[in-house]
């Protein structure tokens, strides 16, 4: 069999059909596949991104929540400006229970952080060791938070010798002086 240029041109055109329809159906079309293979893929990062952010935001929710919580606790220990002058007199109320002179009360400069005042008094206490240590136990148990700081005991030697309360010898009375804080709800006007 003689091939002629007929035969050779249909050969060509035959062998080119494939070739063309595979550089201009087949390519292109193999080019959108992986272009959106591609932009699959990212959504499915964008989805599993999603889910770990919608995860947590629940936990933070959560957090919050929480935080809210321990936040109105926190607020039932903290007097308002008014209840103040309660607690000075709770703490007088204190210091004669257990058998105390309190010689003075100053306040001191008021501080403002976040919402809450705090406002030191200076106090000065005379009496026996153990009422002063029951003193401070009862500070401690009020359910309002007070912070005491500068503690100074010093035994009171001129007082402490032969004196007598009830046919009793005092052989330990002690001046104490300390610092109080006590903390409030301040202005409001930080807090948004």
């Not at 069999?1 to 060509?12: D, Q, S, T, V, Y």
């Not at 030191?120 to 003193?135: D, N, Q, V």
Request: charged share 30%.
């Amino acid at each position: 069999m003689k091939l002629g240029i007929r035969e050779i041109a249909f050969l060509l055109v035959l062998a080119a059909i494939p070739v063309a329809a595979w550089y201009f159906v087949f390519e292109p079309r193999n080019q959108d596949i992986e272009q959106s293979r591609q932009e699959i893929s990212k959504m499915e990062r964008t989805l599993l991104r999603l889910d770990q952010l919608t995860t947590e935001v629940g936990d933070v929710r959560e957090a919050i929540s929480e935080a809210e919580v321990r936040l109105a606790d926190f607020r039932q220990n903290i007097p308002d400006a008014d209840e103040v002058d309660d607690m000075l007199a709770e703490i007088h109320r204190i210091g004669e229970r257990n058998a105390l002179s309190i010689a003075s009360i100053r306040a001191l400069a008021q501080s403002e952080d976040q919402g809450y005042a705090e406002i030191p008094l200076s106090i000065e206490i005379e009496g026996e060791f153990k009422g002063i240590y029951r003193f401070l136990i009862d500070l401690e148990r009020l359910p309002r938070i007070i912070r005491v700081q500068n503690l100074e005991l010093e035994r009171n030697m001129v007082e402490s010798r032969g004196r007598k309360i009830d046919d009793e010898v005092i052989h330990g009375l002690i001046d104490a002086s300390m610092t109080l804080v006590i903390y409030c709800e301040g202005s409001r006007g930080g807090d948004a």
